[in-house]
């Protein structure tokens, strides 16, 4: 007889009030196959709710009190502003309400009332100007969770996921943060989630070179040689499937065509590029390397599109089914 997997508890929050993230959120929560997946929590408030409903055209079915089959209302309002967000444009208030929600969302998920967490795109500038000391939401999660490990943004498109030795960063930072120990934690932790949130048995990762036509030789640069493939005999010395460096123009070329399960990226941009013209209304950003699986759509805010029911769902409904895949294999632990 089949066990079925365990029904996952995930952390919902809307991201920022001045985005599409309202709206992605009440068509989500439209779908009857999202409420049968999962009991969902909404860490929002009455108010953000209803711009939820205007943004969409739709309503969202949500309930103050446990009811099997709708999303329960963890009720923030008490830390919104007394004046509306404005909308389309980084503010203060709305980073400083998306931080807000989140750490209610990162508390439960430290009392383990929460298998993952899903959040609506957030808006860098507005996180900052909110007081975000940390470079992006990922570091500060690392903050706020007290992990001291390895972590990195995964991006996942059907088929394919990446990570990265560095994220944002500058680029002019980059050449010190490629070191061995970094490429090597970076392949660990991508074919740790290949095994357990893609269930690939023997994971195949592809590593990146980081100079063009992967240093010549040394001829544009050694990281190459004395870094990366270092780094690549060390993960293979542990039984893990990496080969490379391979240039990072013609790398992505095998993986479209199913030489690799993941590549393993040396910089922001190397995998994103690449990653969003091979599917960008799919792409899913994962938090890699926290006790918890958080998910949100590999799009930002578009604010251009606030407002006029454009926005597509793809992102968001994939980074839902991996949030609610992730969080039943911990829910299952």
């Given at each position: 007889?089949t066990?079925?997997?365990?029904?996952?508890?995930?952390?919902?929050?809307?991201?920022?009030?001045?985005?599409?993230?309202?709206?992605?959120?009440?068509?989500?929560?439209?779908?009857?196959?999202?409420?049968?997946?999962?009991?969902?929590?909404?860490?929002?408030?009455?108010?953000?709710?209803?711009?939820?409903?205007?943004?969409s055209?739709?309503?969202?079915?949500?309930?103050?009190t446990?009811?099997?089959?709708?999303?329960?209302?963890?009720?923030?309002?008490?830390?919104?502003?007394?004046?509306?967000?404005?909308?389309?444009?980084?503010?203060?208030?709305?980073?400083?309400?998306?931080?807000?929600?989140?750490?209610?969302?990162?508390?439960?998920?430290?009392?383990?009332?929460?298998?993952?967490?899903?959040?609506a795109?957030?808006?860098?500038?507005?996180?900052?100007?909110?007081?975000?000391?940390?470079?992006?939401?990922?570091?500060?999660?690392?903050?706020?969770?007290?992990?001291?490990?390895?972590?990195?943004?995964?991006?996942?498109?059907?088929?394919?996921?990446?990570?990265?030795?560095?994220?944002?960063?500058?680029?002019?930072?980059?050449?010190?943060?490629?070191?061995?120990?970094?490429?090597?934690?970076?392949?660990?932790?991508?074919?740790?989630?290949?095994?357990?949130?893609?269930?690939?048995?023997?994971?195949?990762?592809?590593?990146?070179?980081?100079?063009p036509?992967?240093?010549?030789?040394?001829?544009?640069?050694?990281?190459?040689?004395?870094?990366?493939?270092?780094?690549?005999?060390?993960?293979?010395a542990?039984?893990?499937?990496?080969?490379?460096?391979?240039?990072?123009?013609?790398?992505?070329?095998?993986?479209?065509?199913?030489?690799?399960?993941?590549?393993?990226?040396?910089?922001?941009?190397?995998?994103?590029?690449?990653?969003?013209?091979?599917?960008?209304?799919?792409?899913?950003?994962i938090?890699?390397?926290?006790?918890?699986?958080?998910?949100?759509?590999?799009?930002?805010?578009?604010?251009?599109?606030?407002?006029?029911?454009?926005?597509?769902?793809?992102?968001?409904?994939?980074?839902?089914?991996?949030?609610?895949?992730?969080?039943?294999?911990?829910?299952?632990?």
């Amino acid at each position: 007889m089949t066990t079925a997997p365990p029904r996952p508890r995930v952390a919902i929050t809307l991201g920022d009030p001045a985005g599409i993230g309202p709206e992605l959120v009440a068509r989500l929560l439209a779908d009857p196959e999202t409420t049968a997946a999962a009991d969902l929590l909404l860490i929002s408030d009455p108010a953000e709710l209803t711009l939820a409903e205007a943004d969409s055209g739709l309503t969202v079915d949500y309930t103050t009190t446990p009811t099997e089959g709708r999303p329960l209302l963890v009720d923030n309002g008490a830390r919104r502003p007394a004046e509306p967000f404005e909308r389309r444009r980084a503010t203060e208030a709305g980073g400083r309400w998306a931080m807000d929600n989140l750490r209610v969302a990162l508390d439960l998920a430290a009392k383990g009332e929460v298998d993952a967490i899903l959040f609506a795109p957030l808006n860098k500038s507005s996180l900052h100007l909110a007081g975000l000391a940390e470079s992006d939401e990922l570091r500060w999660f690392e903050v706020v969770l007290g992990v001291e490990g390895f972590t990195s943004e995964l991006n996942v498109l059907p088929g394919l996921w990446t990570s990265r030795v560095t994220s944002h960063i500058s680029i002019a930072e980059v050449d010190a943060g490629i070191t061995r120990e970094r490429v090597a934690a970076a392949g660990r932790l991508l074919d740790g989630v290949l095994r357990g949130g893609a269930g690939i048995a023997a994971p195949r990762i592809g590593v990146c070179a980081l100079n063009p036509h992967a240093g010549e030789s040394g001829r544009f640069g050694r990281h190459e040689i004395d870094i990366i493939a270092p780094a690549v005999e060390d993960l293979r010395a542990e039984g893990i499937d990496a080969t490379g460096p391979f240039p990072s123009d013609t790398i992505f070329l095998r993986a479209r065509a199913g030489d690799f399960d993941g590549v393993l990226t040396m910089y922001h941009d190397q995998g994103q590029i690449a990653m969003k013209l091979m599917g960008f209304d799919g792409g899913v950003t994962i938090a890699g390397g926290l006790p918890i699986p958080i998910c949100t759509p590999a799009h930002g805010t578009a604010f251009d599109l606030v407002g006029r029911r454009a926005a597509t769902m793809g992102s968001m409904n994939n980074a839902f089914r991996l949030a609610t895949r992730l969080g039943a294999a911990a829910a299952g632990r």
